[in-house]
DNA sequence: GTGTATAACTGTTCTAGAACTCAGTTCTAG
DNA sequence: CTAGAACTGAGTTCTAGAACAGTTATACAC
């Protein structure tokens, strides 16, 4: 398992821009010295670059120079993750707090707020029905992310269905998100499905508005009937 | 105004494509094969590839080869479609009014309400630049819909990005939807490119919160994505 | 027949440069 | 004092190779 130099220099680097090395809005190091630095050419460096540009992590001006992007945190629908490795893949720190684990209804009742750094920006209500939820009730789950503990438990999912509508926040979320209520928040409410069609995790989540961003990509090919990406 | 060796080959494999030089599933010519047959290196070669790779015109496999991707709706014109389309697919009755044509800056500024019946549900702003702005400025964008009109005029459209922000309804948008001030409404940013990546339209839009909302299907290799009205 | 090397394709990664464009900054002529 | 020219340092494009890695068909051995 043979790893290239600029995924390697590509994890590096968005190592260095989670852990704060480079912060949002700093200038990178130039790209001729970026490239002795990391014993590669100019070539080799730049297609590291590009995976970083690809993931949002940067932005480059010609005749300026390469700046660690802004922190507006993407929420890109096209893909099938979570929030949580969405963020991570763009070299964010996220964790996760548990509020509270309890059984409700016919099933487990999980209450979670993800935190950029210090700063929680998604208060998240899951419900996970039977005979799911009893399967994975012993987990730690600031430790372990709900789709592992489920995988674990032989849970495959095989589709989600999403509707994402504005709101203001209200109480009590926004206590757990530290910010005045009426301000501007996405709501998502979610439902997994597994191969049997059975639903295996229905999810509500508030999302902080100022701090995540819905971003879209489209082309040609990619879109089949509706606004849909295949890949 | 240079343009690259790498853009002008991407642009006319595209045109290959679309054309039906290469059709859906075909391999095309080895990358050896096309940098000599364009007289560039391997790289520069590449170059223009990644850049149909990312329109999600072409697959590539190594080892077996470049294939011209099978779903054909390639430059589409109709698959990178908005609100609008959306809507009318779901049979509903969308009528436009247009509020304001005016040159802008280095352009045309086309400001439109949406309305789904009697009631307007998005207030949209864009911004066409030149060379495209004046090459419509006299359609009737109340009967043409624009990226028709970017069409007759010889425009092709490759890609789209967008960003959705929740926000609140503010004056004098307030004013256009007939609703009072502070309600949540989606704001949504799009950018629309041409196949040299030069931006064609730059799209505002606010959206109703309580009448529209964001529906997403994900499976594992497919996505969809499409603004419905709230039920 | 059945397997298994191997050759000959394919795309992928990388080197070591050179020349270019773009955006600020600084110097200079008027 | 200011407009413009020259300079500087950044990202961008490109050449001419070489070596690596995945895939497929075929020829040879069993």
């Given at each position: 398992?043979?790893?290239?130099?600029?995924?390697?220099?590509?994890?590096d680097l968005a190592?260095?821009?989670?852990?704060?090395?480079?912060?949002?809005?700093?200038?990178?190091?130039?790209?001729?010295?970026?490239?002795?630095?990391?014993?590669?050419?100019?070539?080799?460096?730049?297609?590291?670059l590009q995976q970083l540009r690809d993931?949002?992590?940067?932005?480059?001006?010609?005749?300026?120079?390469?700046?660690?992007?802004?922190?507006q945190a993407a929420y890109r629908v096209d893909t099938l993750r979570s929030f949580v490795e969405d963020l991570?893949?763009?070299?964010?720190?996220?964790?996760?707090?548990?509020?509270?684990?309890?059984?409700?209804?016919?099933?487990?009742?999980?209450?979670r707020v993800r935190l950029l750094g210090d700063q929680p920006v998604i208060h998240q209500t899951s419900w996970i029905p039977e005979p799911y939820g009893s399967r994975i009730a012993d987990e730690n789950f600031r430790r372990t992310s709900l789709y592992e503990a489920l995988a674990d438990a032989g849970v495959t999912i095989?589709?989600?269905?999403?509707?994402?509508v504005p709101g203001l926040l209200t109480e009590p979320v926004a206590g757990h998100l530290r910010r005045p209520a009426g301000e501007a928040v996405f709501v998502s409410e979610r439902t997994t499905y597994a191969m049997d069609e059975q639903p295996v995790v229905v999810d509500r989540a508030v999302?902080?508005?100022?701090?995540?961003?819905?971003?879209?990509?489209?082309a040609a090919t990619r879109l089949s009937l509706q606004w849909a990406t295949a890949e």
């Open positions: 398992m043979k790893i290239p130099a600029y995924r390697r220099i590509a994890a190592d260095k821009i989670r852990t704060g090395v480079y912060r949002p809005g700093d200038a990178l190091p130039a790209q001729r010295e970026l490239s002795t630095r990391y014993g590669v050419t100019l070539m080799t460096l730049r297609q590291a993931d949002g992590l940067i932005l480059q001006q010609a005749g300026r120079g390469t700046f660690v992007a802004p922190v991570r893949e763009q070299g964010h720190d996220v964790t996760t707090e548990v509020i509270s684990v309890a059984a409700e209804g016919a099933g487990l009742r999980l209450e095989v589709r989600a269905s999403e509707r994402i999302i902080l508005g100022d701090l995540m961003e819905i971003r879209a990509e489209r």
